[in-house]
């Protein structure tokens, strides 16, 4: 699978859109981009994925430029819940098997 | 049901000694995983198992050892372990090795005293 980039923390003020960058540059071309994160104490928690095209669901949007070389996560509105560890995976598409890089910690602040 | 069952959420063991950790899915998912968590740290896998066969080992100690009695159970057996053990430990599901997203569990915080 290829590695993951992602920077160890980053803040947000609540109510505005969080965009969570990922670099993966030595993806193939089967492989999806994956996003979970962990809020403290709890298992993770599947967010969104993505091949190609960019991806919105009720939680978050999925932006993967055109070389797919990296992506972003992109919180639309963020709250004080949204404070988590964030990861982006990158995974092959018969290969559920699925490893974390040390992801994003955001902190959503009043 | 959408959730995957971890059992005991706490567990505090000596090093001598024999437990055990329960995880259940009731969703048909054929793929569970074990998955290792030291704090401030992402997690780590550990197992694999498809169709209840154990698919993949990522060179885990043998004082942990898995078993799948059905397609609903993963437990993950625990004897002589060291207080370097002491960690979350995370179970989840998938449709199958192939396919779908994973279901976490909440985890088992382990402490090896």
């Known amino acids: 699978d290829a590695k993951t980039t992602q920077p160890p923390s980053m803040d947000c003020a609540e109510g505005r859109a969080a965009n969570l960058p990922c670099n993966h540059s030595?993806?193939?071309?089967?492989?999806?981009v994956y996003w979970y994160r962990q809020i403290h104490s709890q298992g993770p928690q599947y967010i969104i994925h993505?091949?190609?095209n960019n991806e919105t669901n009720e939680m978050a949007s999925l932006i993967i430029t055109e070389d797919r070389k990296s992506s972003t996560l992109i919180l639309p509105h963020a709250t004080l819940r949204d404070t988590a560890v964030y990861y982006c995976?990158?995974?092959?598409?018969?290969?559920?098997?699925?490893?974390f890089g040390a992801g994003t910690r955001l902190t959503v602040k009043p | 049901d959408t959730e995957v069952t971890q059992t005991p959420k706490h567990l505090v063991m000596g090093m001598t000694n024999k437990k055990s950790l329960k995880c259940e899915q009731h969703?048909?998912?054929?793929?569970m995983y074990w998955y290792k968590q030291k704090a401030k740290k992402p997690p780590e896998l550990m197992f694999v198992?498809?169709?209840?066969?154990?698919?993949i080992n990522e060179s885990v100690p043998s004082r942990f050892s898995p078993e799948c009695p059905n397609s609903s159970l993963l437990n993950l057996h625990l004897h002589a372990l060291q207080p370097e053990d002491s960690a979350l430990y995370l179970c989840?599901?998938?449709?199958?090795?192939?396919?779908?997203?994973?279901?976490f569990g909440s985890g088992t915080r382990l402490t090896v005293v």
């Open positions: 989840a599901s998938s449709q199958s090795r192939t396919s779908g997203g994973y279901t």
């Open positions: 030595t993806i193939s071309g089967n492989e999806y």
């Open positions: 993505g091949l190609k």
């Open positions: 995976i990158v995974r092959v598409a018969n290969n559920n098997d699925m490893r």
């Open positions: 969703m048909g998912h054929r793929a």
């Open positions: 198992y498809s169709y209840e066969k154990l698919s």
